[in-house]
């Protein structure tokens, strides 16, 4: 399913997710505490997030799921996961449904108000991809007035006034703007030509144009430098530093330069320890 919006409803409507989220404070989340008393945490991973997350023959596989089997050895706790669409991952984590989301969320300034996020995984700078027949894009000012898909409630619908301001400098402006509830829906409509273009993360991107290169084309960055972490309830701070020394234990043993170097094409060696949208 697909709908347009404009951004003024987009803003209204985001603002009150947030609302609610930040309405349930810490008390719909599981402290670390509350989790080892009870025996098993409650991680969510996305079903349809390639090459990051997916499912395979059945199976959950992809980056966070092989760092979550990393995880699973070291973890004070049982692992229990929930496979679901992205849509309902952040809210289900600022709301206490589950505990930890194990996906490539991008870290934003509004994801932040509801949200604590871990030591970055990866740099998933926003770009666009475009059909590779399309001789009409060659540059950012191509993109002037034509449709863009993205996913809705992603980073990229948040940061498209980057790409907005990029247009207005070469005298053009954002078109019509389409939304998707999983980004294959999206792919299959450039395809279609039904939007002319996608914008997604440079990982995400790649992956898709090395699956199809008789389709698809890289395009260029349409948004600044962008990063993904774990992410678990506002104030869940002792949740956070466990998930963090994991992280930062597999940063230094280099298993997590390995996976990134296996399933997203490279290694971030100059990833922060942190990250402040």
């Known amino acids: 399913m697909k709908s347009t919006l404009s951004r003024s409803i987009l803003a209204a409507a985001f603002a009150a997710v947030v609302g609610v989220a930040l309405s349930s404070s810490l008390a719909g989340a599981a402290t670390l505490a509350e989790i080892k ?15 990051f997350e ?19 050895k070291t973890s004070p706790v049982e692992i229990r996961q929930q496979v679901i669409p992205w849509t309902g991952l952040l809210a289900g984590v600022s709301t206490g449904k589950y505990d930890v989301a194990v996906t490539a969320a991008m870290i934003t300034k509004e994801r932040v108000k509801s949200l604590d996020f871990s030591m970055p995984i990866a740099d998933s700078t926003h770009f666009y991809v475009k059909r590779k027949s399309d001789d009409s894009i060659k540059d950012i000012k191509d993109l002037d007035g034509k449709t863009v898909g993205v996913q809705s409630g992603s980073a990229q619908l948040e940061k498209l006034p980057e790409l907005e301001a990029m247009l207005a400098k070469t005298g053009g402006k954002l078109g019509k703007v389409v939304q998707y509830t999983s980004y294959p829906e999206a792919y299959q409509d450039l395809a279609l030509k039904r939007v002319d273009y996608v914008i997604n993360t440079i990982i995400n991107i790649r992956s898709l144009v090395k699956d199809k290169p ?19 309830q506002k104030g869940n701070s002792e949740l956070l530093a466990l998930i963090n020394d994991f992280l930062a234990e597999q940063k230094k043993n280099g298993n997590l330069a390995k996976l990134q170097e296996k399933w997203l094409g490279q290694s971030f060696p100059d990833l922060p320890d942190s990250y402040e949208p």
């Not at 945490?41 to 079903?47: I, N, Q």
């Not at 992809?62 to 990393?70: K, R, S, V």
């Not at 389709?215 to 774990?230: C, D, I, N």
């Open 214 to 232: 008789e389709v698809f084309e890289l395009g260029q960055a349409v948004s600044s430098r962008t990063v993904p972490g774990w992410a678990v």
């Open 37 to 51: 008393a009870r025996g098993y945490m409650v991680v969510a991973t996305e079903d349809d997030y390639k090459p």
């Open 54 to 72: 997916f499912m395979e023959d059945g199976k959950p596989t992809g980056f966070d799921n092989e760092l979550l089997a990393e995880f699973r």
